[in-house]
């Protein structure tokens, strides 16, 4: 069974500094990687995936996650946090569809970390 | 461009009374979703639809119900409410790709008494 696993509940950084979202991940097969970001009393928003190839992968608001296969994680990260990033950041992972699943595998979401960056 | 509209935005019910949820896409996407997020336990997945008119069972079906008459409705029921289904609740949709992000609405709060 597929599952995903976001360990901090919350991470606090100072505006400037490097951001870290951890997430680790598990999967049968190849997995199909998302974060999405929920900013206050809105739906979730789609920041980047990993499906195949280079290991970093850039998404929007100058965001990119970095894919470990051996260690099964797929952290988020951005060079130089802004205030504006405070919000809960969600990891989700896909399995690869396959027979035994009927072609259609649903996508999984961590709990979510909540993100504060502090001015 | 609507993207998904969920509505109501807000809604209280009495224990035992019945609502439907609407979610209504303009993007001609297959896959449709009914979540639910509650503080500390993430997004759960209360059912979905691959196509018009069908429906499948997510994590946590009970006390729900749903129809995809039309492609771009997907409608959430619940027959009698109960406090513990007290929630967010979101709806999102998908193209017909297990590569493709999906786009969410932005919520029902759901407060029942």
């Known amino acids: 069974a597929q599952s995903v696993a976001q360990p901090e509940d919350q991470v606090n950084v100072a505006e400037g500094n490097p951001l870290t979202v951890k997430c680790t991940y598990s999967v049968s097969g190849n997995p199909y990687l998302f974060w999405y970001v929920q900013y206050p009393n809105r739906g979730l928003q789609f920041l980047l995936k990993y499906i195949t190839g280079d290991n970093l992968v850039k998404g929007s608001y100058g965001f990119e996650a970095e894919f470990n296969k051996s260690q099964t994680s797929f952290h988020l990260k951005k060079p130089s946090a802004l205030v504006s990033d405070s919000a809960l950041y969600f990891c989700?992972?896909?399995?690869?569809?396959?027979?035994?699943?009927?072609?259609?595998?649903?996508?999984?979401f961590g709990a979510g970390t909540r993100l504060a960056v502090h001015p | 461009n609507a993207g998904v509209t969920q509505t109501p935005k807000f809604r209280v019910l009495k224990t035992g009374q019945s609502m439907t949820l609407l979610c209504a896409q303009d993007?001609?996407?297959?896959?449709m979703y009914w979540y639910r997020q509650d503080p500390g336990m993430g997004l759960r997945l209360i059912h979905y639809s691959v196509g018009e008119g069908t429906t499948a069972k997510g994590e946590v079906p009970d006390g729900y119900n749903v129809s995809r008459l039309k492609k771009q409705n997907f409608l959430l029921g619940l027959e009698s409410a109960a406090p513990s289904q007290t929630s967010v609740y979101f709806c999102a949709t998908e193209a017909y790709s297990e590569r493709s992000p999906l786009h969410f609405g932005n919520g029902t709060r759901l407060t029942v008494t």
């Open positions: 993007m001609n996407h297959e896959y």
């Open positions: 989700a992972v896909r399995d690869l569809p396959t027979l035994f699943s009927g072609g259609y595998n649903k996508l999984i």
